[in-house]
Nanobody, 122 residues
Framework: QVQLVESGGGLVQPGGSLRLSCAAP????????IGWFLQAPGKEREGVSC????????YYADSVKGRFTISRDNAKNTVYLQMNSLRPEDTAVYYC???????????????WGQGTQVTVSS
């Protein structure tokens, strides 16, 4: 069974940066659409960003546009979410998702990783 594995979360001060990684050990993510969701305490999960499978077009929620960057490194079979200018309201568990489809859109969130905690606090 394929598993998505996130890493890179942690505690950071407001204005700081983190880079999250999403990998699927033993399975290639090349050409599949990959997305990032977050779930803040007491709130529902919401989409943050995605990268298309076909041409690596990217999408960002308005709340993170200009601060977060999604990218993929096929040589490392990893998708990244670079998060800059972090704010306390970015505090959440971040999940990578996919539907293992090389779609020209964001993926349906059928498969989820275990999540990585991001805490922005002084």
């Amino acid at each position: 069974q394929v598993q998505l594995v996130e890493s890179g979360g942690g505690l950071v001060q407001p204005g700081g940066s983190l880079r999250l990684s999403c990998a699927a050990p033993g399975f290639t993510l090349d050409n599949y659409a990959i997305g990032w969701f977050l779930q803040a305490p007491g709130k529902e999960r919401e989409g943050v960003s995605c990268i298309f499978g076909s041409d690596s077009t990217t999408y960002y929620a308005d709340s993170v546009k200009g601060r977060f960057t999604i990218s993929r490194d096929n040589a490392k079979n990893t998708v990244y979410l670079q998060m800059n200018s972090l704010r306390p309201e970015d505090t959440a568990v971040y999940y990578c998702v996919t539907d293992f489809t090389p779609r020209t859109s964001c993926p349906e969130p059928y498969y989820w990783g275990q999540g990585t905690q991001v805490t922005v606090s002084s």
